[in-house]
């Protein structure tokens, strides 16, 4: 696939215009979809309405719009008086047809399928220049959060550092439940699934997945770079264990899975996703439950907080509805530091400090490490503390999470803080 973008000037930008009624086809109809249905009630009808729903399961009694419902996606995409697709449905590859088809038929584009959009977000960009037509995604990110929007109309400048914070309401509200009420992490996680924070097959979230996807989603709209996500570092938190929680407690600390971003200079950034140790003094210390927060630093306006829920239906379907909003008034991304500037390179080149929890020697030996810091040996578990290379990581990251080990960034890297 060429997704080679020509950059354009300012005089070649797509112009928006206005548009008088957003007339809706919705394809998906689960948790937030179920969400934006009963939002768009509260909307005026000459403003935004849903004219029809696709869905795939034919079992399911949707009594409230059955005579919205279609099970043909061409009832949608060929109606001529639909002019905005909204795709909230969980298949990636099935969300990328959807959303291709729609846009060469001229046809302006809602999504929250960060998985799709971090595979294929070269190809969209190409595909936007290309009809004219508008992709708008600020509910991927970080669900109620504008993060997107704020980082293409504030932070639209070469003087961002860095976005660093927790992306994953599911997660999170599994870490609150095991420090704040000593829970385990298979009873926090079946809780979180009770409330429908997490699915029933958890691994896309606790994986590190999630955060990954929506942190690749980021990086183009804070730096203007592509990043295909099997090219970035991510681990989850599925083989937490109460040791692993004793150990941060020791610290004075809290374990939050928390995705990183920062610039280096003006030619290089990096990004990952780790289970991070956060000091009492952090921002994101206090962020619990299904709730996200996310610290944007600048090289002159130091280090800004945005917070907000980030699970459950209403949340992001409120910021599906803000963009549905801002298309109605002709918005569109402008991808500034793609277009505009010279989009520093990604790199894998950082050395991390890491706690490391382990049983078997052979399984601390998968790593390369360069220096042990602080170690201890304890009749359950052994520990190190020790400096690894973010390259070497990338090359194991498939094993790790096979492994009886857990490990934890440390906050330090090449003998600084990552703030």
Not at 85 to 106: H, N, Y
Not at 120 to 145: F, M, N, R, W
Not at 152 to 173: A, K, M, P, Q, W
Not at 326 to 335: N, S, T, V
Request: charged share 20%; aromatic share 12%; glycine share 6%.
């Amino acid at each position: 696939m060429d997704t080679t973008i020509v950059r354009k000037t300012n005089k070649q930008a797509h112009k928006s215009y206005p548009i008088t009624q957003q007339v809706i086809g919705l394809f998906g109809f689960g948790n937030v979809g179920k969400g934006l249905y009963h939002v768009l009630c509260h909307v005026p009808r000459e403003k935004a309405y849903i004219k029809t729903i696709c869905v795939k399961d034919r079992s399911k009694k949707r009594d409230e719009c059955a005579n919205l419902i279609t099970y043909n996606p061409d009832d949608i995409l060929r109606d001529p008086d639909i002019n905005l697709v909204v795709e909230l449905i969980d298949s990636a590859r099935d969300a990328f047809s959807i959303v291709k088809k729609a846009m060469l038929m001229g046809k302006s584009v809602v999504s929250g399928n960060k998985a799709m959009l971090a595979h294929h977000l070269p190809e969209l960009v190409q595909l936007q220049e290309k009809t004219g037509v508008a992709l708008l995604y600020d509910a991927s990110a970080c669900g109620s959060i504008p993060v997107i929007r704020n980082l293409e109309e504030y932070y639209d400048n070469d003087l961002l550092v860095s976005i660093r914070g927790i992306l994953n309401g599911s997660t999170n509200f599994i870490l609150s439940r095991m420090f704040i009420h000593s829970e385990s992490y298979s009873d926090a996680l079946c809780q979180a699934q009770s409330l429908g924070f997490a699915e029933s097959n958890p691994d896309f979230d606790v994986m590190g997945f999630d955060a990954l996807y929506k942190l690749i989603i980021l990086a183009l709209h804070s730096f203007g770079t592509f990043i295909q996500p099997e090219q970035a570092f991510c681990y989850g938190i599925q083989n937490l264990t109460n040791f692993d929680i004793g150990y941060a407690r020791e610290k004075g600390k809290k374990i939050k899975l928390v995705a990183h971003l920062r610039k280096f200079s003006e030619s290089c950034f990096t990004l990952f996703v780790i289970p991070t140790l956060v000091a009492p003094d952090d921002y994101i210390f206090n962020v619990e439950n299904e709730f996200n927060g996310v610290v944007i630093e600048g090289q002159y306006y130091d280090k800004q907080f945005m917070f907000g829920k980030g699970a459950g239906g209403f949340s992001t379907a409120s910021a599906v509805l803000s963009d549905i909003t801002a298309r109605l008034h002709g918005y569109r991304y402008e991808y500034k530091k793609f277009y505009f500037s010279s989009p520093p390179s990604y790199t894998t080149d950082v050395v991390l400090s890491l706690y490391i929890r382990y049983s078997r020697e052979s399984d601390l030996n998968v790593f390369d490490i360069l220096e042990v810091q602080e170690r201890y040996n304890g009749p359950e578990y052994c520990w190190v503390v020790a400096r690894v290379k973010l390259s070497s990581l990338l090359k194991i990251k498939e094993l790790l999470p096979k492994r009886n080990l857990f490990t934890i960034f440390t906050g330090e890297y090449s003998g600084g803080i990552l703030s």
